[in-house]
């Protein structure tokens, strides 16, 4: 009798236990892997969109192959001082009045130099008539006659007199001591300026509290932006009330070229004792979003962070700004507004996908 399966149960054990094995090592194996595939997703996920940073609305970011197809252009922040401004009002003034009474006063004047020349030839002719009366050749009704007729000429010159003073005292209530001497002058270089137009006249109105102090120079524009001030000199104090403000009124004077007369102006004082320190940016460097001046600055190769800004001023081609900026960071000079409407444009999908969520 012969037995042929007895040599395979060895190897169908050995079959077995090589099964049991490597059944839990795979098993292992594929709990792991499936483990990692969630965590994957998640880290895909996470990549933070083109144009948002996570956590940080104000922060977005732009390849650069975009910002050179948005023609985007920045410049490093200057640092600089700068000394704060209050801001006044200015109107150009008609100096026609002041012709007016420059021309009564040279004709009165002239009136009161003619009836002194005629009073001091009558008392002359009095004192002749009076001695040919005593020496009996004259009359005493031909005395009486002179004497009438130097008393008219009295008259006359009380009168000019009186005019003359008269115009003074409006020159010196309605637009000062200064101004009153130049227009009396003949020739006044200062007053032919007015009237050649190389200079203008201004009233500058302060706010009500405010004073000048001893400034002798302010800046003007026509256009309140301050891209193309005009220097204006101190005149004097002007007894002039104004309708633009409750404050004090001062008369300056400033080159014709841009200004006429009726125009109101925006007029910047310096004060003395405040000086700050801040950063100069380009005036195309500012626009304005929601009411609020913003600036967008660059602060990594692909990264641009928007700024509301709460202290700046208007400066000759642009603005100073007092507030703390990231150090090393650019301000974009060209493309502010690009940027932003690239900004919220991009928003518009992501809060259309939250709401789908």
Sequence with gaps: MTFVA???????????????????????AGI??????PQATERKNSTPKLTEVKNDPDLIRLSLAKQAIAGLQTQALVSSHYQTELQATASVIDIQPLLNLREQYFAVQTEVESANSALTLSRQAIIRTQELYRSGV?????????????????????????RLQSINDTLNTSWGSTLSVWVKTANHPEFNSFINGQQALLLISMPAGCSLKGITQIVV??????????????IANAPLGSELSQGETYFFKAQRVKLRTGMRLSAWISKPEQLLSGYFIPASALIWHSGTATIYLKTASEEFKRLSLKHYYPVTQGYFVADELPINAKVVSIGAQTLLSHEFRALIPAEDNDGDD
């Design 221 to 234: 524009d026509p256009n309140s932006e301050r891209h193309a001030p005009q220097t204006a000199t101190f």
């Design 138 to 162: 004259n009359s005493q009704r031909q005395m009486q006659e002179q004497q009438l007729a130097h008393n008219a000429i009295e008259a006359r010159l009380t009168a000019s007199r009186y």
């Design 32 to 37: 792991e892997s499936r483990e990692e595939i």
């Design 6 to 28: 007895r040599p395979t149960f060895p190897r169908l054990y050995l079959l077995l236990s090589i099964c049991m094995l490597t059944g839990p090592l795979n098993g292992w």
